[in-house]
């Protein structure tokens, strides 16, 4: 048998600690943008022209925006442009092929996000909070707690940096996945609204396509039938680590307010609402929620709640420092995929990617001293 409940320390959702930052550009809607620029003592049309650098040319420096008169980039700079995120460090891995950038925020709050390059697509791993507090004891974002959430602009400026980045290469960033640090659904209202803006065509967001972005959630149900009704068609993916509440409430604490068969309900809801397929991903760990029963139970709960309209992503495990939880071996892994993809549920194992540089699923833990 694996190790058993008592094995897992007690840990306790934790309340936000920091400020938000000051206002961006991106925080503002249409209309706010106007009365904002307004107050500067300049037309409405700027509201569109300064959009298009942002969005169209992933700018956020009004002094290189030269259609603007000069004497006004450093007041629209100061009024709206502060520096949401500095750049600590960038480490590089798979040849080049991945970026994980370590972030600053104005409070000093550190925050990562990761961007992976494949052939034919380039995709960005953002974070919606600082931290985490859902207190997964199995992820290294989860052991720090929760700093605070991040505001729109700074979910959506994780996005320009990237594709500015991309756009330097010649190339363009065409998907978003929210899986860095964070429950984005505790995040809602800042999350949509940067959803929108990601997806939205140019001078509204960068139009990446709605079916290219990602959402993640360990499963708060409400919030997951909330983003079903947002007329949005972006992918739900549900992190459910395993099949049994037994289990689950320890591996993912939230589990004790919204169990799984409440997580299925609203995620088939997600399905009818949306046309999406939802994303089922089980993080594969030795000895503890890898057993045959257990694909067994996955492949019939998943079966019976979405019938086709699910797919498994088995992530095998990745190593978190000083964690004693260790990932499958590779025949476990195999015969796990085997059983759920029998009970007509497809699975397979996801690239881990970016695990080199503790960037995967749960590693974004935000440490400026680690090489
Ligand atoms: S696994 Fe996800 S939800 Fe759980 S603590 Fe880590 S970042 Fe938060």
Same mark, same amino acid.
């Given at each position: ?8 320390p007690q ?6 600690k ?11 809607s ?10 500067l003592?300049?037309?409405? #049309?700027? !509201?569109?022209?300064?959009a298009?650098h942002?969005?169209?040319?992933f700018e956020?420096d009004?002094?290189t925006m030269?259609?603007?008169p000069? !004497?006004?980039?450093q007041?629209v700079?100061?009024?709206? #442009?502060?520096?949401?995120?500095? /750049? ?8 080049g092929?991945t970026t994980?950038t ?8 550190l ?7 494949y052939?034919?697509?380039a ?40 594709a ?9 960033l065409?998907?978003i ?5 964070g429950e984005?659904?505790?995040n809602?209202?800042r ?6 803006q990601?997806?939205q065509?140019?001078?509204?967001? #960068? ?22 009704d947002?007329?949005l068609?972006?992918t739900?993916? &549900?992190?459910?680590?395993?099949p049994?509440d037994e289990?689950?409430d320890e ?5 004790? =307010?919204?169990?799984?068969s ?14 999406r =397929?939802v ?5 594969l760990?030795?000895?503890?929620n890898?057993h ?12 019976s ?10 992530? /095998? ?6 964690s004693?939880?260790? %990932?499958?071996?590779?025949a =476990?892994?195999?015969?796990?995929v =085997? ?5 007509g &549920? ?8 970016g695990?080199?540089?503790?960037? %995967? ?11």
């Amino acid at each position: 048998m694996g190790r058993t409940m008592s094995d897992f320390p007690q840990i306790q959702l934790l309340a936000p600690k920091r400020g938000m930052p000051p206002k961006h550009f991106a925080d503002l809607s249409k209309d706010e943008r106007i009365d904002a620029l307004k107050e500067l003592g300049l037309p409405k #049309f700027r !509201a569109d022209q300064i959009a298009r650098h942002y969005y169209g040319k992933f700018e956020a420096d009004p002094l290189t925006m030269t259609d603007l008169p000069e !004497a006004q980039r450093q007041t629209v700079k100061d009024a709206l #442009f502060p520096t949401l995120l500095t /750049p600590v460090r960038t480490v590089e891995t798979d040849e080049g092929d991945t970026t994980k950038t370590l972030w600053r925020l104005h409070d000093g709050t550190l925050l990562e996000s990761v961007l992976m390059r494949y052939p034919g697509r380039a995709t960005l791993c953002i974070s919606s909070q600082a931290g985490c507090g859902m207190a997964c004891p199995f992820c290294a974002t989860g052991q720090g707690g929760l700093d605070r959430n991040l505001s729109v602009a700074e979910i959506v400026d994780q996005v320009r940096a990237a594709a500015a980045m991309m756009a330097a290469e010649g190339s363009r960033l065409s998907n978003i996945v929210f899986m860095g640090m964070g429950e984005p659904l505790a995040n809602y209202k800042r999350v949509v609204n940067a959803v929108r803006q990601i997806t939205q065509p140019s001078p509204d967001g #960068f139009g990446i396509s709605q079916r290219n972005v990602t959402v993640s959630t360990v499963g708060l149900a409400p919030q997951i039938r909330m983003l079903a009704d947002e007329g949005l068609s972006c992918t739900l993916a &549900v992190s459910l680590h395993t099949p049994d509440d037994e289990l689950r409430d320890e591996l993912v604490p939230v589990n004790n =307010r919204f169990e799984v068969s409440e997580v299925l309900d609203a995620a088939r809801y997600y399905a009818d609402q949306t046309g999406r =397929r939802v994303s089922i991903e089980y993080a594969l760990i030795r000895d503890m929620n890898d057993h045959d029963w257990r694909a067994d139970l996955l492949g019939k709960k998943l079966h019976s709640a979405l019938g086709s309209r699910v797919h498994v992503n088995v992530i /095998p495990l990745n190593p978190t420092p000083g964690s004693k939880w260790d %990932a499958s071996p590779k025949a =476990r892994q195999d015969e796990f995929v =085997r059983r759920v993809a029998a009970q007509g &549920v497809p699975c397979t194992v996801r690239d881990t990617k970016g695990q080199e540089i503790a960037a %995967a699923c749960g590693q974004l833990a935000a440490d400026e001293d680690a090489s």
